[in-house]
T-cell receptor, first 116, second 116 residues
């Protein structure tokens, strides 16, 4: 069975600084997606960035980028130039492609605090 | 542009009562999912459906039932409410994911359920 682990329950960053959130996963599958979701206090689930396992190039979306290490099964999120609006819970998620069920598995989350 | 609509937004139940959480989507999505999010935790998959008439268990199905008689609707039923089912419930949907074709998962706003 696949698992997703986020070992940092909480992180803090100064406004305008850079922070990296960690995620590791375990799978025997070769084809999958990885995601980072943001959940602000409003409870909305907002997709931040995604990474296809078959792509070696790390995904980037404006100030957000990932460091995808497939062999190490590591998928960290880097937030550059942190803003107050980045404060939220961040969830790492895995989606299976091999089985055809496309089920998602979420980590336990990292609460990010942004200090002014 | 409704997307995924969940009702109710909040509910308090007494132990042993039953209720149905409603979820409907207007995007003609085949795939629908029910998650629960316990305080300070990530989302756990309860049930999912890959199309009308087809449902399957996720990680934490005990105490719940689902049905999928139409493409649009995917209700979640709690038969005998227990305090352990106090949680926030999210419904989500997506088009059929395809290999190397990304289809985003759309989330509802969640239902906060308390069982006393």
């Amino acid at each position: 069975a696949q698992t997703v682990t986020q070992s940092q329950p909480e992180m803090s960053v100064q406004e305008a600084e850079t922070v990296t959130l960690s995620c590791t996963y375990d799978t025997s599958e070769s084809d999958y997606y990885l995601f980072w979701y943001k959940q602000p206090p409003s409870r909305q689930m907002i997709l931040v960035i995604r990474q296809e396992a078959y792509k070696q190039q790390n995904a980037t979306e404006n100030r957000f980028s990932v460091n995808f290490q497939k062999a190490a099964k590591s998928f960290s999120l880097k937030i550059s130039d942190s803003q107050l609006g980045d404060a939220a819970m961040y969830f790492c998620a895995y989606r299976s492609e091999d089985s055809g069920t496309y089920k998602y598995i979420f980590g336990t989350g990292t609460r990010l605090k942004v200090l002014a | 542009n409704a997307g995924v609509t969940q009702t109710p937004k909040f509910r308090i139940l007494k132990i042993g009562q039953s209720m149905t959480l409603q979820c409907t989507q207007d995007m003609n999505h085949n795939y629908m999912y029910w998650y629960r999010q316990d305080p300070g935790m990530g989302l756990k998959l309860i049930y999912y459906s890959v199309g009308a008439g087809i449902t399957d268990k996720g990680e934490v199905p005990n105490g719940y039932n689902v049905s999928r008689s139409t493409t649009e609707d995917f209700p979640l039923r709690l038969e005998l409410a227990a305090p352990s089912q106090t949680s926030v419930y999210f419904c989500a949907s997506s088009s059929r994911p395809g290999r190397q074709v990304y289809q985003p998962q759309h989330f509802g706003d969640g239902t906060r359920l308390s069982i006393l």
